[in-house]
């Protein structure tokens, strides 16, 4: 990783003064992220091997429902660490209370160290899942859909990394993922026949909340509150860290934006279709219902007219 470049001295409550040690972002991180890249991909087999396989054979799934169940198995793990922990880190730091601290005294460098290890192994979780899609023998209709999606996220963790972006996309992530634990949590139960409706209410009401959040919170921050931080003695560039133009803030909304409003429309898209489906099956239903009463109501008539005629039959006189 890059080398330190800063100490500071923290005096908390009790007067006790601790050194913590300041990192900048460099060259030298590209080759720590290849390094957990690697980690990932080891600690990806062995998991898959000796948990997500044996939960697949005793539940005996389909050969469709256990690349799925793999799929959202191993993806509930990460969301859930990377929730907590990049949540812990906000709390910890105070870095959004009150959420001007966003943004607020950018660029957000020097880094601590957990903060810096946050970040490459987000990007060293999404850059492993690219060789993955060859090593696990991914078919190919699925390549293409997974490939975007590890492209999108990595180039959204590296944007946000790079250009000094640390706050606002350490909480932009927290929200995301944590909707898509939720999500991954759901897929894992109803591939194992197990619908809860409390945690797929919980994933849509989580999601429109987040994603409005992230929206308006990104909206707040590129177009007023960082236009506000420019600091025309600081130069732009990679040795001050200092990417605060609009050059660079338009295309990070641009990014964080449509990634979120693609995330609402699907959602949207998604509750509409099931609305609209349960409509025409409830439909159908009173359809089918009706009909079985009109042919009821037929079948009465038929048997009273059968009857009328026996009666009249029998009372005919013998001629």
């Avoid at 030298?28 to 697949?56: L, N, P």
């Avoid at 177009?223 to 040795?239: C, K, R, S």
Wanted: include cysteine; glycine fraction near 4%; proline fraction near 4%.
């Amino acid at each position: 990783t890059a080398l330190p470049i800063s100490t500071i001295n923290q005096t908390n409550e009790k007067n006790e003064t601790r050194e913590t040690v300041l990192y900048s972002i460099g060259i030298r991180d590209s080759y720590t992220t290849f390094f957990y890249t690697m980690i990932w991909i080891i600690a990806h087999a062995v998991f898959h091997e000796y948990f997500w396989e044996k939960q697949g054979r005793k539940l005996r799934l389909s050969k469709t429902k256990t690349t799925e169940f793999y799929d959202y198995g191993n993806l509930v793990v990460f969301y859930f660490a990377s929730t907590v922990a990049g949540a812990v880190i906000l709390f910890k730091q105070e870095h959004f209370m009150p959420p001007s601290q966003l943004w607020r005294q950018y660029p957000d460098l020097p880094v601590s160290f957990i903060e810096k290890m946050y970040f490459i192994l987000l990007m060293g979780f999404w850059a492993h899942n690219i060789p993955e899609l060859y090593l696990t023998k991914a078919k190919k209709e699925e390549i293409q859909k997974k490939l975007v999606l590890y492209v999108i996220n990595l180039s959204l963790v590296l944007a946000h990394y790079v250009f000094g972006f640390i706050r606002l996309g350490m909480f932009f992530f927290v929200l995301h993922n944590f909707v898509e634990f939720l999500q991954s949590l759901d897929g894992i139960l109803q591939i194992v026949g197990k619908r809860v409706r409390s945690i797929r209410t919980l994933c849509s009401v989580s999601l429109v909340l987040t994603k409005t959040t992230i929206l308006a919170v990104a909206m707040a921050a590129y177009l007023f509150g960082l236009p506000n931080q420019t600091n025309p003695d600081i130069p732009t560039g990679f040795e001050t860290g200092n990417f605060n133009v609009p050059a660079i803030r338009f295309p990070m909304l641009a990014g964080v934006a449509s990634i979120t409003l693609l995330h609402l429309w699907t959602f949207i898209s998604t509750q509409l279709k099931s609305y609209n489906e349960e409509r025409d099956r409830r439909s159908a239903i009173a359809h089918d219902r009706q009909q079985q009463k009109e042919q009821k109501k037929k079948q009465e008539e038929i048997r009273k007219r059968k009857k009328m005629a026996a009666v009249e039959s029998e009372q005919e006189p013998e001629k």
